[in-house]
């Protein structure tokens, strides 16, 4: 290194074009296109089954009707609907209200253990928290109905 001539200085090497000395570098320039789509991988192989295999459960409603018998006489209005989940079979949710049309009643869902088997009872009443139920649906004689529904979701074991 000793043999280095120290007052050596770095000097640039200029290029020369047909115009002369280059100048500085540019603004840079607009995005060009995309290029085209690449090949598609292979498929991977599918995984193992999760913890459930939800794909295999199921959502069902049950409901039950119930006349009002009297016209002013809604409020004592009830309807009740009953589901036992089936052996081989385990309820996810399950969820009780009365009809999606106009007016709401009270919805109670109560869950009971009979001879080893859950039962699911929705219990409705013309009366809610929100205001009275007024029953809308008419059958063919003309009185009206309150409907009560219960949704379950179940899975196989």
């Given amino acids: 290194m000793e043999k280095v001539n120290k007052s050596a200085t770095f000097k640039p090497k200029l290029l020369q074009g047909r115009q002369g000395v280059q100048g500085p570098i540019g603004p840079k320039g607009p995005i060009g296109d995309q290029g085209p789509k690449g090949i598609q991988g292979i498929q991977g192989p599918q995984g193992i089954p999760g913890m459930g ?7 069902k409603t049950r409901n039950s009707l119930s006349t009002v018998l009297k016209i002013g006489m809604e409020l004592n209005t009830r309807a009740n ?7 081989g079979m385990k309820v996810m949710a399950a969820t009780c209200s009365t009809s999606h049309e106009k007016g709401s009643g009270a919805a109670y869902l109560l869950t009971k253990e009979v001879n080893g088997i859950l039962r699911y009872t929705c219990e409705c009443a013309g009366i809610s928290a929100y205001g009275l139920f007024k029953p809308v649906k008419k059958n063919r004689n003309g009185p009206r109905q309150m409907e009560c529904i219960i949704h379950i979701w179940e899975c196989p074991l």
């Fill in 81 to 87: 609907v009953v589901y036992n989940e089936p052996q």
């Fill in 53 to 59: 295999n939800v794909s295999r459960c199921t959502h």
